[in-house]
């Protein structure tokens, strides 16, 4: 491929000025991300589902036994008292919901990385549509994590409006 600028002759003689196109950091940036976020969520839901039927505090146990964590202290109790509370049911529903976000992940990183504006809008819409959840989640536990996800999440949204916007006067300034 050609850079801007360059010309190529053909056998006619012929010169043609073909561009190259250039990627956009950012969007592949935030589209790697997503694409991230989807093998995270599907492997949430995979767990989820071989989980099921299964006994989730014997399991627990286990774990903390390779993790060389005391099985009989406070942090294992903890948690073998509430997955005491998730049925096979629950879990069915965490596996399906964590599937359903990693296919949305997967459809936002893919259309991000192929620089597609029906993604950006979508990502868009997304981030956006889940900020009031976060922020709720800051005011009812606030962390270190939690502030950090929102932060990001308010950067990525940030920089898709930009560019969005920039993406827009640049077809206003060449249609004129």
């Known amino acids: 491929m ?5 010309a190529s002759e ?9 561009a190259a196109r ?26 989820a589902i071989h989980f099921i039927h299964r006994d989730l505090g014997d399991s627990a146990v286990r774990l ?6 005391d099985p009989d202290g406070r942090l294992v109790s903890y948690v073998i008292d509430h997955l005491d509370a998730i049925t096979a049911q629950r879990l069915k529903q ?6 359903f976000y990693a296919a949305l992940r997967v459809t936002e990183g893919v259309g991000l990385v192929m620089e597609q504006v029906w993604a950006e809008y979508l990502t868009v819409g997304v981030t956006t549509a889940f900020l009031p959840w976060e922020v709720y989640e800051i005011a009812r536990r606030p962390d270190w994590v939690r502030v950090c996800l929102l932060l990001a999440n308010l950067v ?7 560019w969005l916007g920039r993406s827009r006067r640049t077809e206003t300034t060449a249609e004129d």
């Open 94 to 99: 965490i596996g399906v919901a964590t599937f």
């Open 156 to 162: 990525v949204l940030a920089y898709l409006v930009w």
């Open 10 to 18: 053909h056998k006619t003689g012929a010169i043609h000025k073909r």
């Open 64 to 69: 903390a036994e390779r993790l060389r964590i």
């Open 2 to 6: 050609e850079e801007v600028g360059t």
């Open 22 to 47: 250039h990627h956009d950091s950012g969007l592949l940036t935030i589209g790697l991300f997503k694409l991230a976020e989807a093998v995270f969520f599907f492997l949430v839901g995979a767990g």
